[in-house]
């Protein structure tokens, strides 16, 4: 203990502090330090902001394509969905390879023999109208098991969207296939 120290001084030193040690800040000086421009003014602000933009859309790509819930648009989301996505994504479909028939088609057209350019479109017209049924039993399948899973609770617009998504080939789907063919979903 210091010879000069006297009693209160070393009650003081003991004694807890109570509150911040600094004036409660007035709301004028709270708001004047959050106070910053909409639009970055300096070229190394626009650049972290377009940086930081360019992340954040990246990470909602990479989450769509990976079926993360949140990232997925309002056509995509619940589990109704990720079911009818599920069952579709699991099986072979004829609309899928509509698009590739449509170019063996399209080579066809130019062979310069008239008979061969017919059959073709024929055989194209006769494949796009077996697409449509293969879509239409598509549709009613997963209407069937969406009402065996959910009852009564099933979405709207189930079918459909089992049906417009078969028509996109399997690679091209959005959000990308999480299941393999031949895996489909649990009842």
């Not at 599920?86 to 590739?100: I, N, V, Y």
């Not at 023999?113 to 006769?126: C, G, S």
């Amino acid at each position: 203990m210091a010879k000069n120290s006297s009693p209160a001084d070393e009650q003081s030193s003991d004694a807890p502090k109570i509150g911040k040690g600094r004036p409660t800040p007035t709301r004028a000086e709270q708001e004047a330090k959050r106070i910053r421009p909409l639009v970055a003014t300096t070229k190394e602000a626009k650049k972290e902001a377009r940086a930081e933009l360019n992340a954040r859309r990246e990470r909602a790509r990479v989450g769509m394509q990976n079926g993360e819930e949140r990232f997925l648009g309002p056509r995509d989301k619940g589990p109704q969905r990720r079911f009818a996505r599920d069952w579709t994504d699991a099986g072979w479909h004829l609309a899928e390879f509509l698009m590739p028939m449509m170019i063996v088609v399209l080579v066809a057209s130019m062979l310069p023999m008239a008979f061969a350019q017919m059959w073709a479109f024929a055989a194209l017209w006769v494949y796009i109208i077996f697409a449509i049924i293969d879509m239409i039993l598509l549709s009613n399948r997963v209407k069937k098991k969406a009402a065996a899973k959910w009852g009564s609770g099933r979405e709207k617009g189930l079918g459909w969207y089992a049906a417009m998504r078969s028509v996109q080939m399997r690679f091209m789907r959005m959000p990308k296939a999480q299941v393999k063919r031949g895996q489909y979903p649990e009842l």
